[in-house]
C-alpha cells in the first residue's frame, strides 16, 4: 500500500524531538558522504493566473540510506511580486481550487524503490526548519541555556520556540514582533502548549538581553539581529542568511551552517515577469563572509568541528539553504508513525508502479 | 479531482499522431525560450537490495506555457550492473512490490497550479522517444521517403517505427536485430498492427541498404550504424548517441539533435558501488563532435536552420537526451484525453493540495 497523508496527519505522527531525532541520524550520513542531497531546482514560467504572477515547478531531493528512504519534495506555485510600502514582496498565492497551495513530498524505499507515501509538504516544512535550527542549539548552546529571545511571531517562531525547548530546559521566552498583537497572542498560545513562561516584549533588545540563547524566526530580508546585541555565552540563530547582520556572525566565536549546497538551479522562462527576489539585502556587502569555510550541523555532529567549548563563547548558527535530504530524514519517521497506527488513506501500490520498463 | 492513470490507460490516451503534435507545439515554446527543461538529476546511494545493487532516485521536469502545464518525472530505481559476456550492463531490477519497476510523472497546472494527473513513466517513456524521432523524420527525411530500414526489434524499435509511419507514407520496413527469432516475431506483429509490409532480414545491411529510411531503435552501447552505409538522400536516425558512428555523423550534409542540454547531475553517495556507465564507448575519441554547433529539433520546428534543402542530401537526426519537458507536452494530451473519455481513479485534489502555506 501507498499511503497518502494530510497536514493534519503529519502534524499529528512528527512530534519536534522525533524530527530533530531523524534529521541527527540522517545527517551522521549525510556528514560522511553516505546520505546525499540535490540542490533545489526552480523553472520559473509564465502562467494564465496573471500578467504579473509567474509559475514555478521546483523540486528537491534526497536519500538516507541509515533509514532506508529517499524523498523528493515539488512545489508547484503561484506566485506574485507585490510591491508593498518600498519592499517588493514574493507573495504565493494559494490558486489551486479551494484556494489551496500546492506542495507535496513523495516518500520512496530504497530498499526495493517502491513508493512509501505522499503527502503535502507544508507542516513538515515548517517542522524540518525548526528541527535544524534544534540540533544548532543542542550542538552550539550552553548545556545549562534556559533563557531564550525570540524575534517573530509567526509559524517559524513557533517551530524555533518548541525546537529549542526539545533539546534544552528552556525556562523563560521572551518574544518580540512588530506587531504587538500578534506578538501577544503568540505568546499566549505558545505559553499554553508548552508550558513555558513565554512573554511578548515591546522591543527586540528586550528580547535578547541577557538571553541564553537568541533565535531569529521571522519573514524579514533584513538584518533583525545586531552585532551589538551579543553578550558572552549566547547562542544565535537565524532560519535564513539576512537576519543576523554580517558583522555580528564575524564577532561570534563559532559559527556552523546548515549546509555548504549552492544556490538553486534557475531555469527561467522567456515572457515570466521573474523578479530576483531582493533576499539577501545589505549582505552581498559582507564579502568576508564566506559560507564554506564554516562547519555544517552534520560535521558538528559526527565531531568534526567543534559547536561549543567554553561557557562565555558566543555561537552563531545559520540554517542557510534548506535540503530535500530533510524531507527523506523525516518523512522516514512519519511514515512509520502512520503505518503503525494506521492512519492515512491506503492506495494500492500498483497504482504507482509499473510493469513496463521504463 | 486529481486523475491517477495506468499504463494501460496512457497506452489507450496517447496515440503516436497525438504525442508527435503535442511536441511539436511543445517545441516551438522551447525553441523561443517560453517553454523550459530542467536537466535531469541522479541521485545514487546505497540499497539494502543488495551489495552490488544501487538505489537510483531521478527526477527530471520541464514546463510547457503553451499547453498549460508543468510536469516532473520521477524514477526510483534498483539497478545492478552485472558483467554479460565482455561488457558491464546496466540492469533496472523491478524490486518494488509484485515485482514492479518505479517511475512516475506527476503533471500540474501552468494556470493555478494544481496537480491534474499522477501516472507511471513506462508506456510515454516509449512513445515520446518514438515521436521525437518522428520529428526528426518529419524534418529532415525527403518528402516522398517510404523505405525504412530498422535496426533492432524491441519497444524502441517499435514507436520508431510507428513514428515515422505517423509523418511519412512508409511503404516497406526492413528490420534486422541479432536475434533472428526476436526479430522475426517483430516483423510479424508490426506487419499486423500497421498494415506495413514489415521484413525481418539476416544483415543489419539488408536492412538499410537502399533505404529512405535508416533507424537505430536498439539497447546497443556500440555503433551499430556506419558511414560506408550511408546512401545520397537517406535520413539516419539515432535514439542515443553511440548508435551512429562518429564518422557516418561527420560524413551527413545536415545533422540535427535533440537538445543542446548536458549530462545529468550525478549526486553519487560514498558505499553505492555505482559504475559509471559505458555509454559512450568509443564515443570519446570523436573530439571533432560538438553537439552544441548543430541546430536541435526545436530549432528546425520554428525554422532556424534547415533540415534538408536537397533530395540527395544525407541527413542525420540524433536523439542525444531526454527531456523531462517531454512529459509535460504529451502529458497535456493524456490528461485531455482522460477528461473528455472519464477515464482514471478521480481522487480528491485536496488530498495533494494544502491550505498551509508551504
Not at 537568541?214 to 533584513?222: K, P, R
Request: proline share 5%.
Amino acid at each position: 500500500m501507498t499511503l497518502v497523508l494530510s497536514n493534519d496527519d503529519v502534524e499529528n505522527l512528527l512530534t519536534m524531538p522525533d524530527c530533530i531525532e531523524a534529521l541527527e541520524t540522517a545527517y551522521k550520513d549525510l556528514a560522511v558522504g553516505r546520505g546525499i542531497t540535490r540542490q533545489r531546482s526552480d523553472c520559473i514560467a509564465p502562467t494564465s493566473y496573471s500578467d504579473e504572477a509567474i509559475y514555478g515547478l521546483k523540486s528537491m531531493d534526497g536519500v538516507v540510506p541509515a533509514l532506508g528512504v529517499g524523498a523528493i519534495r515539488i512545489n508547484s506555485d503561484i506566485v506574485t511580486n507585490p510591491r508593498i510600502g518600498n519592499t517588493q514582496r514574493r507573495v504565493k498565492i494559494p490558486a489551486a481550487p479551494g484556494n489551496r497551495y500546492v506542495g507535496l513530498v513523495l516518500l520512496f524505499s530504497t530498499a526495493n524503490g517502491e513508493p512509501l507515501a505522499i503527502f503535502p509538504d507544508g507542516v513538515l516544512q515548517h517542522i524540518r526548519v525548526g528541527a535544524t535550527n534544534g540540533l544548532g542549539v543542542k550542538y552550539m548552546a550552553r548545556k545549562d541555556a534556559s533563557v531564550m529571545g525570540l524575534l517573530g511571531s509567526g509559524w517559524q517562531a513557533e517551530t524555533q520556540l518548541t525546537a529549542a525547548a526539545a533539546v534544552r530546559d528552556i525556562k523563560e521566552v521572551r518574544v518580540f514582533s512588530p506587531t504587538r498583537e500578534n506578538c501577544e497572542a503568540f505568546a499566549k498560545r505558545m505559553a499554553e502548549t508548552t508550558g513555558i513562561d513565554v512573554r511578548a516584549v515591546e522591543h527586540p533588545e528586550d528580547a535578547v538581553r541577557g538571553a541564553d540563547i537568541a533565535m531569529c524566526g521571522s519573514n524579514s530580508i533584513d538584518p533583525i539581529f545586531f552585532k551589538d546585541w551579543m553578550e558572552p555565552g549566547m547562542h544565535v540563530s537565524s532560519i535564513k542568511k539576512p537576519e543576523v547582520e554580517p558583522d555580528a556572525i564575524l564577532a561570534a566565536d563559532r559559527v556552523a551552517v546548515h549546509t555548504h549546497d549552492t544556490s538553486p538551479i534557475l531555469v527561467v522562462a522567456e515572457g515570466a515577469p521573474f523578479k530576483e527576489e531582493a533576499k539577501e539585502k545589505g549582505w552581498n556587502a559582507a564579502k568576508s563572509l564566506d559560507f564554506s569555510k564554516y562547519p555544517t550541523i552534520a560535521e558538528l555532529i559526527i565531531g568534526r568541528g567543534t559547536g561549543r567549548e567554553k561557557d562565555e563563547e558566543i555561537t552563531c548558527f545559520l540554517n542557510n539553504l534548506g535540503l530535500g535530504f530533510q524531507f527523506a530524514a523525516a518523512g522516514s519517521v512519519i511514515y512509520k508513525r502512520a503505518v503503525e497506527r494506521g492512519v492515512g488513506h491506503e492506495l494500492p501500490t500498483d497504482w504507482f508502479t509499473e510493469t513496463v520498463h521504463p
